[in-house]
């Protein structure tokens, strides 16, 4: 499956939960939003009567804020830093309560969007305290599952010739051909540091995991996880597709150690991953 694009740009080089975010945002701070939405909460809470059910304006700000937070939530971690996330949980935490004194009951599927939202910030938190210094200090997780099973490795790792302009060229991963839409999982226990789009590699989904390992999941059709979930090992990430620069159904699958791109077969431990013309080509160092 022949990969045209460039290699990226190495990962996230450090998803560690830090007081200021160590990436430039995607998109405008949240700080200045929320104050904003709690200034004009608390103002409405003076106008409006009291218990007379949840007024149309505050349901369209809450409706409009939740919107707002699922930008900032699709952020990779490094943008979203800490103590961003405990405000955003307190400010959120503290305006549904008062509005809920305030005018009784909310609609019950505003409060299934805002409660929601408040789960996936207290996950994120979580995750940020959790991935921190001791992720790099711990030991890598042993042996990775395959991402898929049964799959066929229709490229190896390494250099190889283009194709096209005769260039040497890195291929930094393995990819794995398998059906449109199989659900692709978590090679190890890890956290989602990023799950967008990245160019020549479609969907992509970066996992961290201890011992600063960091697999990578490219050419997806769906996401099946967000920036700051904690995975088990074969926890669903996303679908098997072929987004961004891929000329059929596979996964492209990067393994990265202390900053350094690796040979996943390298990692991966015995089992039935690939389907069997493929077995014996991957036990001697796969195809190039
Ligand atoms: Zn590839």
């Known amino acids: 499956m022949l990969e045209p694009h460039q290699p990226l740009a190495p990962p996230v080089r450090d998803a560690a939960p830090r007081a200021v975010a160590s990436e430039p945002p995607d998109g405008p701070p949240i700080d200045p939003l929320l104050l904003r939405f709690a200034a004009e909460a608390r103002s409405r809470r003076f106008q409006v009567a009291a218990n007379r059910g949840f007024p149309p304006e505050a349901e369209a700000a809450w409706r409009g804020l939740v919107a707002r937070l699922d930008d900032y939530l699709a952020r990779p971690l490094p943008q979203t830093p800490l103590l961003e996330l405990v405000r955003s949980s307190v400010t959120l935490e503290a305006e549904w309560e008062f509005d809920r004194r305030r005018y009784g009951p909310p609609p019950a599927d505003l409060a299934r969007l805002v409660l929601g939202r408040d789960q996936r910030l207290s996950r994120r938190?979580?995750?940020?305290?959790?991935?921190?210094?001791?992720?790099?200090?711990?030991?890598?997780?042993?042996?990775?599952?395959?991402?898929?099973?049964?799959?066929?490795?229709?490229?190896?790792?390494?250099?190889?010739?283009?194709?096209?302009?005769?260039?040497?060229?890195?291929?930094?991963?393995?990819?794995?051909?398998?059906?449109?839409?199989?659900?692709?999982?978590?090679?190890?226990?890890?956290?989602?540091?990023?799950?967008?789009?990245?160019?020549?590699?479609?969907?992509?989904?970066?996992?961290?995991?201890?011992?600063?390992?960091?697999?990578?999941?490219?050419?997806?059709?769906a996401l099946l996880c967000a920036p700051g979930d904690a995975l088990d090992p074969g926890s669903p990430i996303g679908l098997?597709?072929?987004?961004?620069?891929?000329?059929?159904?596979?996964?492209?699958?990067?393994?990265?150690?202390?900053?350094?791109?690796?040979?996943?077969?390298?990692?991966?431990?015995?089992?039935?991953?690939?389907?069997?013309?493929?077995?014996?080509?991957?036990?001697?160092?796969?195809?190039?």
């Open 240 to 288: 098997i597709g072929q987004t961004g620069l891929a000329t059929g159904p596979h996964l492209h699958f990067e393994v990265w150690e202390g900053g350094q791109v690796r040979d996943p077969l390298a990692f991966i431990g015995g089992g039935t991953g690939l389907a069997p013309p493929y077995a014996a080509a991957a036990l001697s160092g796969g195809p190039r």
């Open 125 to 221: 938190i979580a995750t940020s305290r959790a991935i921190g210094a001791s992720m790099f200090a711990a030991r890598p997780p042993g042996r990775l599952r395959w991402p898929i099973v049964n799959a066929g490795l229709s490229s190896g790792f390494g250099y190889r010739d283009h194709p096209l302009n005769g260039t040497r060229q890195i291929h930094a991963g393995i990819d794995l051909a398998a059906d449109l839409g199989r659900v692709v999982s978590a090679a190890a226990q890890g956290y989602v540091v990023s799950a967008t789009w990245a160019g020549g590699y479609g969907l992509l989904v970066e996992v961290r995991h201890t011992g600063d390992l960091t697999t990578r999941y490219g050419h997806l059709s």
